[in-house]
């Protein structure tokens, strides 16, 4: 298993220009996310989906966009590049939801290598 | 890497002693924790996790331990390596489906 991948692993990007970030998973996960890191900040969660078909905003939505049609990828949009966008993003993916606290591993999110991208 | 770093509170340790990472969290509804490892330019790496219905759990040279009372979640490394150097974080349930991360702290070990 190849675990969570990420494409492309660096971007650098001008001010106004539009990239997707690719996030795909071969774990048979439910449930996937975008986080951004920026220094000092620790992770907050961009959106996520809880299944192919569905997506949610998370903390700092503003800016992107996700979709998920197979369950295997979860893709992030930039439509128009911001400076401000410049940070580290990681997607994440996790089984599903746990039954009765027995399958506690189920919980557990497993992070990709992450996408470093700059906006100029 | 080091951008991740800067500004973090910083827990520096001779090789084979222990260490305690701390972490408060927020939200007293939270029923599930976990804490993880970020190496310089990698992704967060589970460590080990925790519900709210345990006060402990061991791990491979890893303990966590949880005080409800006073929402205190701590990390403990035995035998404190050179390769345990990274950034650790904790993170606990704020809903059905998410997690939410605390700032991290960097731990720096020294042979």
């Known amino acids: 298993n190849a675990g969570v991948t990420q494409t492309p692993k660096f971007r650098v990007l001008k001010t106004g220009q539009s990239m997707t970030l690719l996030c795909a998973q071969d774990m048979n996960h439910e449930y996937m996310y975008w986080y951004r890191q920026d220094p000092g900040m620790g992770l907050r969660l961009i959106h996520y989906?809880?299944?192919?078909?569905?997506?949610a905003k998370g903390e700092v939505p503003d800016g992107y966009n996700v979709s998920r049609l197979k369950k295997q990828n979860f893709l992030l949009g930039l439509e128009s590049a911001a400076p401000s966008q410049t940070s580290v993003y990681f997607c994440?993916?996790?089984?599903?939801?746990?039954?009765?606290?027995?399958?506690?591993?189920?919980?557990?999110?497993?992070f990709g290598p992450g996408t470093r991208l700059t906006v100029l | 890497g080091e951008s991740v770093g800067l500004h973090l509170p910083t827990l520096s340790v001779q090789e084979g002693d222990n260490s305690i990472i701390n972490c408060a969290y927020s939200?007293?509804?939270?029923?599930?924790f976990i804490w993880y490892k970020q190496e310089s330019g990698k992704g967060p790496q589970f460590i080990i996790d925790i519900r709210s219905n345990m006060d402990k759990r061991q791990g491979q040279r890893v303990t966590v331990l949880l005080n409800k009372t006073v929402k205190h979640l701590s990390l403990q490394i035995a035998a404190t390596q050179p390769g345990d150097s990274a950034v650790y974080f904790c993170a606990e349930n704020s809903g059905y489906s998410t997690l939410t991360f605390g700032k991290g702290t960097m731990l720096l070990v020294s042979p």
């Open positions: 939200n007293s509804a939270s029923d599930y």
């Open positions: 989906s809880v299944g192919e078909g569905t997506t």
């Open positions: 994440a993916s996790r089984a599903g939801a746990s039954g009765g606290g027995t399958a506690i591993d189920t919980d557990t999110q497993y």
